[in-house]
């Protein structure tokens, strides 16, 4: 009986690289490929541009191919167990980084019945350099990059987010990749803040830093990054300046704007009833959101109600009919915080606006609330988790620390130990 060979691609283009795997593995006898799903996919920073029905069509085309599968987990453990192939075959690269634990479960299960893995040289060329370097252009162009949030709400359990505020927490948030039990994660989506724009400039988050200058620091982001942002768009000013945001941000490949429903001069949410804070009528702030909405040129931006009724201590009555309100005046997602350090305001907000709306994202940032799991989020309905202003909390103090050991010892010797290689800094950028 002819051995089964397996291997498994996480690609929407063919190149030279999975041209050579298949033409090894057939030396060993029956190619089963699978194909990685749309979710799993995500896990490995590998965004697919077309479908997965395109994808499995795409491989069936491949002389050699005797089968194709969809493969649903980045882990094989199912595929393994159900078609128990005689060989898995795979580049080399997985044999170092985060790609290693992988290898070393498939070996583990292989290892029960006697399978073997074949690792292959992978493949490194200019062409190859270029294809891929098309595929992440193709991601990184305004039309690509603005649709992506709403594909990710429909493929993810949870769109995980995570704040930046300059080309080099950029790219930290693109090419942070961790191993889990699972596999492999990484953020989804990034969250650039108003208040730590702010405070990366040294300004007060009190909407002084202006719409041109956080443009720029947009920009900043995009040129090195591929994932969709989230614009932190405050109370969005103005309705008849709004929709001029609204324009520029769609323009740009902005997935989305978040507002909130307050007026006056801002002071973050964070102080609650501490200092004064107004929030806007519902009539008002419907206004603005269907002004937004009629100016966009695309079914792809969103505009997200940000609503402050818990926050300002106005009761879950009057948040739930808020959302209820922001909905109909066309909001595409419904944002609740809260500043308590437990979730369950939270949760009940969830669940009461889940009994009668099943569709609208809901939008949490657990700052204050940080011990909920994305898990627990999920099973109350959430759609986007939001880690607002981690990144710059930690960079200050080990800045700080830093500094003070500079001026205590007169020397940088002893602070070494504690920074990172500026090679392996340079090494996060990519060169044309």
Known sequence: MMKKVYTC??????????????????????????????????????????????RMNMVRAIPGVSKVILQEKLLYDDVIKEIKPDYVIHGDNWLRGPMYSLRSKVAALLETYGGKII??????????????????????????????????????????????????????????????????????????????????????????????????TIDDIMEVTTKPIIF???????????????????????????????TGLKKNSLFGTEV?????????????????????????????ARIESLILEKGMEDAL????????AGADGIMIHSRKKEPAEILEFCDHFRSHNTETPIVVVPTSYNSITEEELVQHGVNIVIYANQLTRSAFPAMEKTARAILQHHRALEVDENLMPISDIISLIDEL
């Open 119 to 216: 690792d292959v040289p992978y493949s490194y060329s200019e062409e190859i350099k270029r294809t891929d370097a098309r595929v992440r252009e193709k991601l990184a162009m305004p039309e690509y990059r603005r649709k992506r949030l709403h594909q990710l709400i429909n493929i993810c359990d949870i769109v995980k987010t995570i704040e930046v505020h300059s080309g080099l927490t950029g790219l930290i948030a693109e090419k942070t990749l961790v191993e889990t039990e699972e596999g492999l994660d990484q953020f989804d989506a990034m969250w650039v803040s108003s208040l730590c724009d702010s405070l990366a400039k040294g300004k007060p988050d009190i909407e002084l830093v202006d719409m041109t200058s956080r443009f720029r």
């Open 232 to 262: 932190d768009g405050d109370t969005g000013g103005l309705t008849e300046h709004f929709v001029y945001t609204v324009r520029s941000l769609e323009r740009m490949g902005v997935s989305a704007v978040i507002i909130e429903d307050k």
């Open 276 to 304: 004064r804070q107004t929030q806007d009528s519902i009539d008002n702030f419907c206004a603005k959101i269907t002004a937004g909405k009629k100016v966009q040129l695309t079914d792809d931006f969103m505009i997200i």
């Open 321 to 328: 009919n808020r959302a209820d309100a922001y909905v109909r």
């Open 9 to 54: 691609f996480c690609t929407s283009v063919i190149h030279e690289g999975h041209l050579n795997i298949i033409n090894e593995a057939q030396k060993y006898g029956e190619l089963i490929v699978g194909v990685l799903s749309d979710a799993a996919m995500l896990r490995f920073d590998k965004f697919p541009i077309i479908s997965c029905e395109e």
